[in-house]
């Protein structure tokens, strides 16, 4: 059983402008987290060098990648029905070869190729640029697979190819990996180590972004609080670095202090970050600049001590609640999203009961909530029994969602009769009358459009909500124009 509120829509089909002289075709699909969305746009640069264009009809694709996701049982079992419904154009198409990409890749590595026979090739996250000769491979007859982790590798010499882009906000990858070994989570085993991206590439990325009339980005990364550029390496290396490599170290609070002073008028997000590697630095770099959107996503996974040390969490229950009092002491204004987990190995009834307690104190405006899914490999999965009940988690589970939905309820209605910034995105599902956008608490904005255009930064005053929506009225365009 997996819920979640604000969520995000997965295995989208990816648009790419396509190159005159390219003769082949590719089909890609990504799952799973923003990263292997920003991952799927590499792989179409490096493929779009190599000869192929995308498509998004399956049944005409020369290649068939999907990128995908190993965070939960239900993520990978997606993945494996995908792989049925490529099996089934491939016997009618026989030339289409088939690859799998990301997390399920490096965790299930040659197996892949061992159980599911349509797959000829397995690509772990770091591999991508091996893409051309592993298909050299691949028409040779022979599978192919490189899953091997990089310790140095992120793609900083890559300008991504935007990916089903509306041409307005993007994705910018800062650092790749994860240092912080939680006990239920695969990153650290199918990413790697963490590591950051030197930011002057970061710079030229955005700088492209800008000249190519994009309005918004988010920094991306597994942790972004604790990005560290020295001169390149593994964070550790930072212990033994020169005083001068320290002197002229970029942190995170700096690098998005660089970004906010350079475009000042596109506006910027983060994600994700870790309660113990935010600084209280960051937090005054984005009260500081208006085009830092107020919204911070902060995953707890629980409310309890005893379990966030039986998941390897390096932050209490006490600490977590006292970076949200100095957050709403430093930006009074800014939105608090959340990751939770519901039925952790040995997890109590008073262990849930302060997971509630918790969210009460807190009242998030956006949650991402999940019952816990022993994954292999990790330690949990190794050292723990998933002893709680499916039927008790599943209960958890709803009592967590029923209540972010009556707090997000609470966050939507302290919008109504203010005057809100919206960076106008797309029209709205419900109507073709109607914009949609997001403020800067990443709250979805919809209103008439009148003679505003996707693009434009609009005030609006909110006179209605949802949980998840506020409705409202164009009053002008912002500052931000």
């Known amino acids: 059983m997996e819920k979640s509120i604000d969520e995000n829509k997965q295995g989208e089909r990816l648009v790419l402008e396509n190159k005159p002289e390219n003769t082949k075709k590719l089909f890609i699909e990504s799952y799973?987290?923003?990263?292997?969305?920003?991952?799927?746009?590499?792989?179409?640069?490096?493929?779009?060098?190599?000869?192929?264009?995308?498509?998004?009809?399956?049944?005409?694709?020369?290649?068939?990648?999907?990128?995908?996701?190993?965070?939960?049982?239900?993520?990978?079992?997606?993945?494996?029905?995908?792989?049925?419904?490529?099996?089934?154009?491939?016997?009618k198409n026989t030339k289409m070869k088939v690859g799998v990409l990301g997390c399920m890749a490096e965790r299930l590595k040659s197996q892949f190729l061992e159980e599911e026979k349509i797959v000829d090739l397995v690509v772990g996250p770091d591999a991508y640029k091996d893409l051309p000769n592993l298909l050299n491979e691949v028409e040779e007859g022979r599978d192919a697979i490189n899953v091997i982790l990089s310790k140095e590798e992120t793609y900083g010499d890559i300008s991504p190819v935007r990916l089903m882009s509306n041409g307005i906000t993007a994705l910018v990858s800062i650092t790749r990996g994860c240092d912080n070994m939680c006990t239920f989570c695969v990153v650290p085993f199918t990413r790697g180590r963490e590591?950051?991206?030197?930011?002057?590439?970061?710079?030229?990325?955005?700088?492209?972004?800008?000249?190519?009339?994009?309005?918004?980005?988010?920094?991306?990364?597994?942790?972004?609080?604790?990005?560290?550029?020295?001169?390149?390496?593994?964070?550790?290396?930072?212990?033994?670095?020169?005083?001068?490599?320290?002197?002229?170290?970029?942190?995170f609070d700096q690098l998005l202090e660089m970004v906010a002073?350079?475009?000042?008028?596109?506006?910027?997000?983060?994600?994700?970050?870790?309660?113990?590697?935010?600084?209280?630095?960051?937090?005054?770099?984005?009260?500081?600049?208006?085009?830092?959107?107020?919204?911070?996503?902060?995953?707890v996974q629980s409310g309890s001590n005893r379990i966030l040390k039986e998941m390897n969490r390096l932050h209490t229950r006490e600490e977590y609640m006292a970076l949200i009092d100095k957050i709403r002491s430093i930006?009074?204004?800014?939105?608090?999203?959340?990751?939770?987990?519901?039925?952790?190995?040995?997890?109590?009834?008073?262990?849930?009961?302060?997971?509630?307690?918790?969210?009460?104190?807190?009242?998030?405006?956006?949650?991402?909530?999940?019952?816990?899914?022993?994954?292999?490999?990790?330690?949990?999965?190794?050292?723990?029994?998933?002893?709680?009940?499916?039927?008790?988690?599943?209960?958890?589970?709803?009592?967590?969602?029923?209540?972010?939905?009556?707090?997000?309820?609470?966050?939507?209605?302290e919008f109504i009769g203010k005057t809100v910034e919206v960076l106008i995105e797309k029209i709205s599902k419900k109507s073709k009358e109607e914009f949609s956008g997001r403020n800067s608490q990443n709250t979805t904005v919809v209103f008439p459009k009148e003679n505003y255009k996707i693009g434009d930064f609009v005030n609006v005053k909110i006179n209605s909500c949802t949980s998840g929506t506020l409705k409202g009225q164009a009053v002008g365009y912002s500052q931000m124009n």
């Open 32 to 91: 799973g987290c923003a990263m292997n969305f920003s991952d799927s746009e590499v792989v179409a640069a490096i493929l779009s060098d190599n000869g192929y264009n995308t498509t998004q009809i399956l049944e005409e694709a020369d290649l068939v990648l999907v990128n995908t996701c190993s965070i939960r049982d239900k993520a990978e079992q997606t993945i494996r029905k995908r792989l049925e419904k490529y099996n089934a154009v491939k016997r």
């Open 261 to 299: 002073t350079a475009f000042p008028k596109m506006r910027i997000r983060f994600s994700t970050s870790n309660p113990q590697d935010m600084h209280e630095s960051v937090l005054h770099v984005i009260a500081k600049y208006p085009n830092i959107c107020k919204h911070i996503h902060l995953p």
């Open 195 to 251: 590591r950051s991206r030197e930011p002057q590439s970061i710079m030229t990325e955005i700088q492209d972004l800008w000249s190519k009339g994009f309005k918004e980005i988010t920094l991306l990364g597994q942790n972004v609080d604790s990005y560290l550029w020295y001169g390149g390496g593994l964070k550790k290396d930072f212990i033994n670095a020169s005083e001068i490599q320290k002197a002229t170290a970029v942190h």
């Open 331 to 413: 930006i009074p204004d800014c939105a608090i999203s959340q990751d939770l987990i519901a039925g952790f190995p040995t997890e109590t009834e008073t262990d849930h009961q302060d997971t509630i307690s918790l969210m009460e104190y807190v009242k998030y405006n956006h949650g991402y909530m999940y019952a816990y899914s022993e994954r292999p490999g990790t330690l949990a999965g190794r050292k723990m029994t998933d002893d709680v009940p499916e039927e008790t988690k599943g209960r958890r589970l709803q009592e967590i969602v029923d209540l972010q939905q009556k707090h997000a309820w609470f966050r939507s209605e």
